[in-house]
């Protein structure tokens, strides 16, 4: 009797149910279900206010008239209203950008996953992280002040604005986001399979691009969907660098503005709301979230398509 | 297994010979002053208690160590009929890893299809022409008695196998390049008793072509298998001949003590 009542005492449901301990739990799992609604609320805010605002747009212009009129000029008189030069210069910009990002950052990840003595990752990351930190108006300046006049001793003919120089710091911009990412992704992959291929006679080289890169292929596609992103969406850089006239042009080497530059210029412009002009920038805005959309369907599917199997 | 009258009457062949070999881990003497030979073309077990040393020992035939820093080697394995010292430094461990290859406790295929894990190490080594890729794939997995399970799927991902079909072709991988000596480190021990069943008639098997170091938990295995026996204990060789010697009359006290379970 007494040793029974001094168990209960001691241990008040050690296997039965504690009803404390339920509630606590529940309330935990409330909160982080509400953050993750919070985050897909705000998401379909945001596209909901687009979709709404382009509503109005597209009842003054066509679908087709903005899909095939080779001119954006939506503020002047002879107002046209054709999203592909802004669509061309976001494209060749990232472009641009990525050709920069993608290798080098996969490199630098490739050196630092399967290289690189402790010592050197060790100072390397934070020095990386530091490159990432950096705000954008600052590489828009750079790219400005000092990589256009570089490019423009070997390319005496390069013009003052260009997508080239702007497209290129973006790309520097972007390495680390990359190289982080997909050098994460490489050393997950378990130290077995690298011990598999040194064991069969391979360098460290071989190993990596041949053993690592296709196990950490997911992680490595996510780094470059993340990279396509950001590049895609960055607005200082081009705003600054690449000049802000739309310019129907796939060459990489004349001024241009991007949707997000375009984006900037008109909001912080003087145009009343509610007004065409005004309008214009939803539109675009659209036109963007759905360009990030696609590329992020598609590296999803790759994704799957490739998981992760070690 | 041969009997011990089989074994002394053919003439004694070394495949190699480990000299007062010492292995640490930056300070910590992982292996102490082991000597102990690799008869040619014939199965040597590896038996002792967990943390004894057996998996340290059987890596420094492949200079697996190299791949970490602060690992050192003392001593000597020497390697015939070259006559060479494979710890030597001027020795490239690549080198050593294309002579000696190795198979893991856990079946680790590549993210590759099943005829490239095989192609792997010849196409490390070069080996670009498909007519000698796919004999020499073909022959690798017949010898690993994998090649009528997956004839017609070979350009399927490794990772559909079985673990025991996973570790064949581990098998197959190791064995494609033609390596002297094979290094085993508990290859069964991740396999139900079917599958360890068939690797261990493998490793029989594979006999007249290589020689083997196999490193195992368990008692019955290096007794069906091998024809030599080394025991060790906390780093040290405590006896190593040939296996019925070790199973029936071991000459050391503790040896016995492991073999008959009064071990721990
Ligand atoms: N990377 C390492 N760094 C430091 N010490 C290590 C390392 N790997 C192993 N050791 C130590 O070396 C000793 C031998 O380990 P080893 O893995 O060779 O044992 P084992 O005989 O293979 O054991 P098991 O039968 O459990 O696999 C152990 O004391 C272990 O703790
Ligand atoms: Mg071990």
Redesign the interface.
């Known amino acids: 009797m007494a040793v029974k009542s001094h168990n209960k005492v001691n241990h008040p449901g050690r296997l039965g149910y504690s009803f404390k301990r339920h509630l606590h739990e529940r309330f935990i799992e409330l909160l982080l279900f509400m953050s993750a609604l919070l985050s897909v609320a705000i998401m379909i805010a945001i596209i909901a206010m687009l979709v709404k605002e382009s509503y109005v747009f597209f009842q003054h212009v066509s679908l087709w008239d903005f899909l095939t009129d080779t001119q954006w000029t939506p503020l002047f008189d002879d107002a046209h209203y054709g999203i592909m030069p802004l669509v061309a210069g976001t494209l060749v910009s990232s472009m641009v950008a990525l050709m920069v990002a993608l290798p080098l950052g996969t490199i630098i990840a490739i050196y630092l996953s399967e290289f690189a ?2 010592s050197v990752r060790e100072i390397a990351k934070p020095f990386l992280e530091l490159l990432g930190g950096v705000p954008t108006v600052v590489y828009g300046y750079f790219a400005l002040l000092f990589v256009t006049p570089l490019l423009q001793i070997i390319f005496p003919e390069l013009p003052g604005f260009s997508l080239l120089s702007a497209g290129l710091v973006m790309g520097i911009m972007i390495i680390p986001y990359v190289s982080s990412m997909t050098e994460d992704a490489m050393r997950a992959v378990p130290m ?2 690298r ?9 460290r080289f ?1 190993t990596a691009i ?2 690592v890169m ?2 950490a ?1 997911s992680g490595i596609a996510a780094a470059y969907i993340l990279g396509i992103s950001r590049a895609i969406g960055e607005t200082m850089v081009v705003a600054i660098a690449a000049g802000m006239q739309p310019n129907l042009t796939w060459n990489p080497m004349e001024p241009a503005a991007t949707i997000t530059a375009y984006i900037v210029q008109v909001s912080l412009g003087d145009l009343p709301h509610g007004s065409i002009g005004y309008q214009t920038i939803f539109a675009a805005g659209l036109t963007l979230l759905l360009m990030t959309l696609v590329f992020n369907i598609f590296g999803h599917m790759l994704r799957k398509r490739y998981r992760e ?2 | 297994m041969q009997t011990s009258a089989e074994i002394a009457t053919e003439s004694i062949q070394y495949k190699s010979e480990v000299k007062d070999l010492s292995f640490y881990y930056n300070t910590f003497n992982a292996l102490k002053n082991i000597n102990m030979v690799l008869h040619d073309k014939k199965i040597t077990a590896l038996i002792g208690p967990s943390g004894c040393g057996k998996s340290t020992f059987l890596r420094c035939f492949n200079r697996m160590h190299d791949l970490y820093p602060g690992n050192r080697y003392e001593g000597e394995i020497m390697l015939y009929p070259d006559d060479v010292n494979i710890l030597a430094q001027n020795v490239d461990p690549i080198e050593v890893r294309m002579r000696i290859s190795m198979v893991f406790q856990k079946p680790n295929p590549f993210p590759k299809s099943i005829y490239e894990n095989v192609a792997y190490g010849l196409r490390v080594r070069g080996v670009k022409q498909r007519a000698i890729l796919d004999e020499k794939i073909e022959t690798a997995l017949r010898n690993s008695a994998l090649w009528d399970e997956v004839k017609d799927r070979l350009h399927e991902l490794a990772f559909n196998l079985s673990g025991g079909q996973q570790q064949r072709l581990c098998i197959a991988r190791a064995l494609a390049t033609e390596p002297e000596i094979m290094l085993f480190d508990e290859p069964t021990s991740a396999l139900d008793p079917i599958a360890t069943a068939s690797i261990e008639e493998l490793i029989a098997d594979l006999k007249s072509k290589v020689t083997i170091l196999i490193v195992t938990h368990n008692m019955q295995q290096a007794a069906r298998v091998s024809d030599y026996t080394a025991y060790m204990y906390l780093g040290e060789l405590i006896e190593f001949d040939m296996t019925d010697t070790i199973f029936i009359k071991p000459k050391n006290k503790q040896t016995e003590d492991y073999i008959t379970g009064r071990f721990g």
């Open positions: 003595p402790f077995h399979l011990e598999g291929s040194y064991a069969m006679g391979a360098t071989q041949r053993v296709p196990a292929f199997i070690y």
